[in-house]
């Protein structure tokens, strides 16, 4: 589908990560002459344990009624990782197909999933096990918040050289447990909105095969998802990684 102005493209990170994590997309987007934001999520900061899904939701939903209902403006919504969490929950009303028939300008014309997690409607992350079961050893959780370890670059960043890999980690932030004990409502799956889910092979976060198993879980008989895999051996950030190769899967999507 063509548009007459590219959409704004907005940007949920996953678990520790902030906009700042998305400056290289942003930029890449800017020479493209295509607007784009990153959207900071409570549950992610210095203050972490403060929050929780609620306030993750919230903030989204702010900025993405300040772009659809304020400015009118077209959006390609895309969430990577934790992220597709409260964004398949900030998307109800905004839908282009929906404002387009009551005569509206603006509205989400799809939404993106970069190796998300996706939890069916009135389910928990994990289904609900304790947060501390499986964690990886990447990772630690002190009751409220988790953080990441040192070489969590490894994980997060296999596919960058590792002399970038620190100037990535040095900005990751803590993560409020509280994001992930809540079970999902109002979630997007049966909305007629565009799904595109972006596949990367080489993730040694959320595995290719739990990556496919995730989108069967969501996705309706009659629903066309649109499923891209990565070229390469690409990890669980492609927006550092591949930022090239990811621009233009995206102008692909509008």
Known sequence: MCYPAPPTIAFVPGSFHTP???SLMTKALQNEDIPSIAISLPTCGPNAEQ????????????????????QKKDVLFVCHSYGGIPASQSVTGL???????????????????ICSLLVPEGERMAGGKPIEEGLP?????????????????DVFYND???????????????????????????????????K???????????????QEAMVGRVRRPDDQW?????EG????????????????ILKGLF
């Not at 990447?138 to 969590?152: I, N, Q």
């Not at 590792?162 to 509280?178: A, F």
């Not at 051996?233 to 233009?248: D, I, K």
């Open 20 to 22: 700042a994590h998305f």
């Open 51 to 70: 929050f929780d899904h609620k306030d993750d939701i919230e903030a989204i939903c702010k900025v993405l009624l300040d772009l659809v209902e304020l």
């Open 95 to 113: 839908e282009k197909s929906k404002r387009a028939s009551k005569g509206q300008e603006g509205g989400i014309i799809g939404i993106v999933f």
């Open 137 to 153: 050893s990447h990772f630690e959780y002190d009751g409220s918040v988790l953080r990441c370890e040192r070489d969590s670059g």
């Open 160 to 194: 960058l050289d590792p002399s970038e890999r620190g100037q990535w980690v040095d900005i990751l932030t803590p993560q409020s447990g509280k994001a992930f004990t809540f079970p999902t409502s109002g979630t997007c799956w049966d909305l007629d909105i565009r």
């Open 196 to 210: 595109a889910y972006i596949m990367t092979k080489a993730d040694l976060v959320v595995p290719y095969y739990a």
């Open 226 to 230: 649109q499923l891209i895999t990565m």
């Open 233 to 248: 051996e690409v990890g669980h950030s492609p927006f550092l990684s591949r930022v090239e190769q990811l621009v233009g």
